[in-house]
T-cell receptor, first 114, second 114 residues
Framework: NAGVTQTPKFQVLKTGQSMTLQCAQDMNHNSMYWYRQDPGMGLRLIYYSASEGTTDKGEVPNGYNVSRLNKREFSLRLESAAPSQTSVYFC?????????????FGQGTRLTVV | QQQVKQSPQSLIVQKGGISIINCAYENTAFDYFPWYQQFPGKGPALLIAIRPDVSEKKEGRFTISFNKSAKQFSLHIMDSQPGDSATYFCAASTYGGSQGNLIFGKGTKLSVKP
């Protein structure tokens, strides 16, 4: 099984450009998440989707939008990239918000905004 | 508001020694406490997790100690090996809604010297 798959793995954007980060999971999980990881800051939640058809803001949602396309896929969009969005982005999935179980992470997308 | 505080930020241990990483939490509703291990260029992966009905859980060389009254939990790595060199994150969550999201500490970079 592939688990959680993120694309692309690396991306360089110019300030003001837009892009969409893709995430897909094949574990039939209800909940999906987008985190960003910055040095010394740990993993901070950007948006989450508790179940298909729902999305909610996390700790650092400004400058981002998300779409839960179906149960498998959860995308993160940067409408107008800024240097402050340079980060490593991780998608994760979990059985559900009402089940305290393991979260599975993708390999990450390293994004640089110049 | 940082709900999960992790220390130290970095740790250097000699091969064969004991590595200890500590976390403290604020929300008494938390009832799931996992530790994640992350190698460079990879996504975090679950190492070991504990629920508050037990004070200790051991899996091989890895042990979680949990102190509910002090709202603290720690990861002990016995007989530390160079292959354990990685970043470790503690996390916490509870059931449902936004509290069903994992809240991560800021991470500890462990280096095990041969």
């Amino acid at each position: 099984n592939a688990g959680v798959t993120q694309t692309p793995k690396f991306q360089v954007l110019k300030t003001g450009q837009s892009m969409t980060l893709q995430c897909a999971q094949d574990m039939n999980h209800n909940s999906m998440y987008w985190y960003r990881q910055d040095p010394g800051m740990g993993l901070r939640l950007i948006y989450y989707s508790a179940s298909e058809g729902t999305t909610d803001k996390g700790e650092v949602p400004n400058g981002y939008n998300v779409s839960r396309l179906n149960k498998r896929e959860f995308s993160l969009r940067l409408e107008s990239a800024a240097p402050s969005q340079t980060s490593v982005y991780f998608c994760a999935s979990r059985t559900g918000q009402w089940e305290n179980t393991e979260a599975f992470f993708g390999q990450g997308t390293r994004l640089t905004v110049v | 508001q940082q709900q999960v505080k992790q220390s130290p930020q970095s740790l250097i241990v000699q091969k064969g020694g004991i590595s200890i990483i500590n976390c403290a939490y604020e929300n008494t509703a938390f009832d799931y406490f996992p530790w994640y291990q992350q190698f460079p260029g990879k996504g975090p992966a679950l190492l070991i997790a504990i629920r508050p009905d037990v004070s200790e859980k051991k899996e091989g060389r890895f042990t979680i100690s949990f102190n509910k009254s002090a709202k603290q939990f720690s990861l002990h790595i016995m007989d530390s090996q160079p292959g354990d060199s990685a970043t470790y994150f503690c996390a916490a969550s509870t059931y449902g809604g936004s509290q069903g999201n994992l809240i991560f500490g800021k991470g500890t970079k462990l280096s095990v010297k041969p």
